[in-house]
């Protein structure tokens, strides 16, 4: 396999110029308020945003969700999550299952940081926290403290640089899934969720 | 499905009669075009100043491809993945092989990639007992009709909902013939259900790459389904497929392109979902592949980087030229008979296939060059055309008709008495055809210009003879 990659480097060698350098960019400067912004962008992404004054009152929230929405009130949790150590109790009839969702199920997540120029969550795999799950369900929550939103996809890149590295995976998710395969109209929930709930703490 | 774009005047006839495809065609103003312009309309940064930014960017890249390359293998490697190297499609399609079955993978769920469909991935994987499962929606749909992408972006632009409801019941026996397949969202509904099984038995899924990352050994993919995801995450391993223009050096440079992609593509601020992924899963990661592969394939773009036609392989393929294209507009992407249509495909094709196979293609325009107004990294792609076009004459490929009577035309331009001569004895006679009519509507040899066109009378005298005549 040397060869190939011999050979390609060789005929880049061959087709190289004068290094340009890359200029610096010259983003506007922020002038919005940065969870008004993403609250504003990610209901324009089809998501419903929610807001709760503490984690603790993420159970309640989620089962008048459920209960609304006419679904099921299971959740799927992984059993890695620290969100398992949430009051669950204070919402009766919820259950709290730990196998992977399918895609009729409801899950729940933390979002790591929220981007509030498009309204996106951002997940770092880790051991805490499952990358698939954002793909699996029927109907994703997620919670986001207010203060983890930041303005741009620059900060998170400020973040990776400052926590030492990119995580295996690093998931941008902006509203729910959808596809416009098919006569170029958009439907929901093509292989993703078909509903994204995100819980805005504080 | 080989590239073979030599009967393209005869397919982009057809298609121009093809009253499915035209009727697809219709909705690309309102699905491409509008939404693209309301997209950069709507963004504080100036899309002429952004696109600045993002040509900066690749022209950079580009600079130092070979060194981006090393930087890229070397931080893949120091997360745990692996680089491969493939020359050409046949290569590539040996190096996917053998790490499929070095895995011991039967079932391979696939994103969508254009790369895998230029090296004709899927046919060498079932020929080697491997079954291939395209999970993109589009491409799923395709795969069904043993069908070639007509879209870079949306591979099944060209089919209504009745042709996929067709497909899908051929394809889906096992479920109830009776049920209800005409509507959009039972359609995507059945496709979810299906493909669920697909990406949840996999043994390993491919996907290809939008960018990667030099700094960070990063292979970043934009979808808006999250089949790619799926298709990452769930399987034991995880191979990507790109080609070698797609290394950029840092992390901030995927955020200028992901701006300039998304809005250009489909006039998205952002797509439902855009992924970094660097390596397989951390030992206590809580999932993710266990293996982590890159196939970077070369496939001719590393001997267009010495050439005039460098600057093609800054392209982000957002499909923003064809969405724009007077001709890609009337007759669709299948006539080109090649991997990528449109501008790109006219600017792309002759140099990963060669000219022999595709030199129409840069004929494919008019050079309005509305293409190049909203490519969103300033490809020249009207000069990278002109180019193919003279390299097509001087090669004498094809050894047509239309280079000698080129070529005639060219010897008498040089030699100006006989010019005249032949040019006033040209005017009489058509003036003689025309007669009281004042149109010529015929003429011996230019039957296809005749068919919706007429050409004036000439003047009874030249310009020439009456410029030497003033006072």
Sequence with gaps: MSSARDFILGNLAKGRSAVTPVPDYALPGWTYDVPEHFIAKAKLSVADVHTIAAPDDAPEAILSILAAQGLLPRLHLPKVSPLNALPWHRAPGLSVVSEPPTGADSAFSRADYGIAETGTLVFFSAPQSASSWHYRPGREFVLLPRDSIVPRLEDIIAHVRSRGGMPATLNLVTGPSRTADIEQTIELGAHGPRALDILIVG | MTTDATAFPQEARAALTNARLQGA?????????????????????????????????????????????????????????????????????????????????????????????????NPHLIANGLTPVETDLGEYIIQLRNERPSHIVAPAFHLRRTDVEESFREAHQALPSSRVLDNRPALVSEARGILRRHFEAADAGITGANFLVAETGSAIIVTNEGNGDLTRLLPRTHIVVTGIEKVVPRLEDVSILLRLLTRSATGQEITSYVSFMSGPKHADDADGPQNFHVVLVDNGRSALLGSPVREVLQCIRCGACMNHCPVYGAIGGHAYGATYPGPLGAALDPGLDGLAKTYHLPF????????????????????????????????????????????????????????????????????????????????????????????????????????????
């Design chain 2, 25 to 121: 065609l219709n909705h690309l103003k309102e699905g491409f075009q509008v939404k693209r312009a309301k997209a950069f309309d709507a963004y504080p940064i100036p899309f002429e100043s952004l696109r600045e930014q993002g040509r900066a960017i690749k022209e950079a890249a580009l600079s130092q491809l070979d060194e981006l390359l090393l930087q890229f293998e070397a931080k893949v490697t120091a997360n745990g993945g692996k680089v491969h190297w493939a020359r050409d499609a046949a290569e590539a399609r040996d190096v996917i092989t053998r790490i499929l079955k070095e895995s011991g993978a039967k079932t391979v769920t696939k994103g969508k990639s254009m790369v895998t469909e230029e090296i004709e991935l």
């Design chain 2, 364 to 471: 494919a325009s008019s050079f309005c060059g509305r293409c190049e107004t909203v490519c969103p990294v300033k490809i020249p792609l009207t000069k990278i055309m002109r180019f193919w076009r003279n390299e097509s004459f001087s090669r004498g490929i094809p050894a047509s008709s239309f280079n000698r009577g080129l070529k005639l035309w060219a010897w008498a331009a040089r030699r100006p008495a006989l010019y005249r001569t032949f040019a006033s004895l040209a005017a009489r006679v058509m003036r003689m055809i025309a007669g009281k009519s004042g149109r010529v509507r015929s003429l011996p040899f230019l039957t296809g210009w005749f068919i919706v066109r007429d050409l004036a009378k000439p003047a009874s005298e030249s310009f020439q003879s009456q410029w030497r005549r003033r006072p």
